[in-house]
């Protein structure tokens, strides 16, 4: 008989009827691994202003603050993308170039906490961002140079003549002044020619200082 929609609620079921036929076996790719056009990886990094390994960090204090540097955030991120690319080397083996970058934050470092930061990395796309307390301080864009290219060619040898040449007294005396008052081995400037074309920088063993002396 024909049936007529609606059917009313008295109407009895079908669906004790119906059962599901697994006769057939089929291989589902896993989700959401596989199907994510940016697979992204999480990695952490600590802090520890008290550290033997990272009290050189005190001496970065800006307007009576002690700041983690930008070059720190750069450190960090670079340990993190290669930890992912290469977990069983522990050092940075090609170049890595950071575009676009935004910084969000500071992190104020204190004596009586441990910072953790959260680093989240996208492979597909070569986006990072750096995340504490659920905010992100920092993020864009890296990519690995892997071809060799010397970068030295591209470096100012000679300073400029019609520059003044400032000692490294006259360029934190300067700095001071301004609110960044650099201690231990963030002053690294030990000289340095005043429209900024040449400077001589000290290398203190570590990375981070350097290259903020580098920006200074």
Known sequence: PKVNYPVSRETETISHLIRWDHKCEYFVPRYPVNF?????????????????????????????????????????????????????????????????????KATVLTPSSTIKLHGEVFLETKRFQIVYDQNVFVEGYYNIDTSHFDYKKYMVSQPSENAIKLNKKDVYKELKIRGYDYKGSFQ?????????????????????????????
């Open 36 to 104: 994510s056009s940016s697979l992204k990886f999480k990695l952490s990094y600590y802090i520890d202003i008290m550290s033997s390994k990272q009290k050189f960090l005190t001496g970065h204090c800006i307007d009576d603050r002690i700041l983690f540097p930008a070059t720190g955030y750069i450190r960090a991120a670079s340990e993190m993308i290669f930890g992912i690319l290469y977990p069983t080397s522990n050092t940075i083996l090609y170049p890595i170039e950071f575009f676009n970058l935004k910084f969000h």
């Open 188 to 216: 690294g400037i030990e000289e340095a020619m005043s429209d900024g074309t040449y400077g001589v920088i000290k290398y203190h063993d570590d990375w981070i200082s350097f290259s903020d002396s580098c920006l200074q």
